[in-house]
C-alpha cells in the first residue's frame, strides 16, 4: 500500500509571520502600501465593474444573482476567503462548488458581464486587494488555489503553497504565451523569496506588478 502524505491546512486566514522568509516584512509593507494606494486609485474601475454586472442583471435575468462571492482557497498553509466580482451564472456557480476556474472555459456559463467586461481585464479580481489588506495574501506570489488541488500538489513533494503567501498576480499569471510550466515559474519565484534581500524582492515584485498592468490596460485577460 502506498504512503500517503500527510497534508496540514490551517485554518484560519492567511499571512506569514516576518521571520519566515527573509524580507518578507519590506515585502509586507509593499503589500500594504501599494494595494491601499491601488483601493483608492482604481476606485472609478471597481465602479465600472459593478455596473456592468448590475446592468447586466437588469437586462438578462439568466444572469442575476449575488455580486460578490466567496471561494476558500490556501495561502501560506492556511484557509482564507477569496474575494471576486461574480463572472458566471449563478446556477453554475453553485455547480461549481468553490472552485469555478474549470467553468470559466466555457462561455456559456458566463454572465454577459463576466464575458465582456470583468474577465478581460480581469476586473473580476479587483475585490482581492481588500485579501491583501487584510493579510490573507500577498500581491505577488503563487495563484491561490483551493485546497484539495494543494493537497495534491504537496502530495507529488512540491510544498511551496504551504510555505508562502498566494498572491493577487504572479509570474505565472503574467506568462501569457511563454513555452513554460506555471509551476517552474511558481518555484523560481519561490527561490527569490527564500534567498533574496526584502529590496530584490521588492525590485522583483514591482517589476511583476508592472507586467500586470499592461496585461489589465491591453485587455489581454481571458477572451470569448
Sequence with gaps: MPHETQVEIRR????????EIPGARAKRVLDVALSGALLVALAPVYAVGIAAVGLDMLRCPRDRGRL???????????????????TLREDVLLRAAGHVRPFEA?????????????????????PQLVNVMRGDMSLVGPRPWPEELVRRQVERGVDYRLRVPAGWTGPAQVAKGRDVRYEELDLEYVETLESCTGWQIVRRDLGILRQTATTMLHGEGLAY
Excluded: C, I
Excluded at 12 to 19: N, T
Excluded at 116 to 124: G, N, Q, S, T
Design 106 to 126: 466555457d462561455v456559456d456559463n458566463l454572465t454577459w458581464a463576466g464575458r465582456r467586461v470583468l474577465k478581460p481585464m480581469y476586473l473580476d479580481e479587483l
Design 12 to 19: 484560519g486566514r492567511g499571512g506569514v509571520s516576518p521571520m
Design 68 to 86: 460578490l462571492y466567496r471561494e476558500t482557497r490556501v495561502s501560506a498553509g492556511r484557509t482564507f476567503q477569496l474575494l471576486k466580482l461574480r
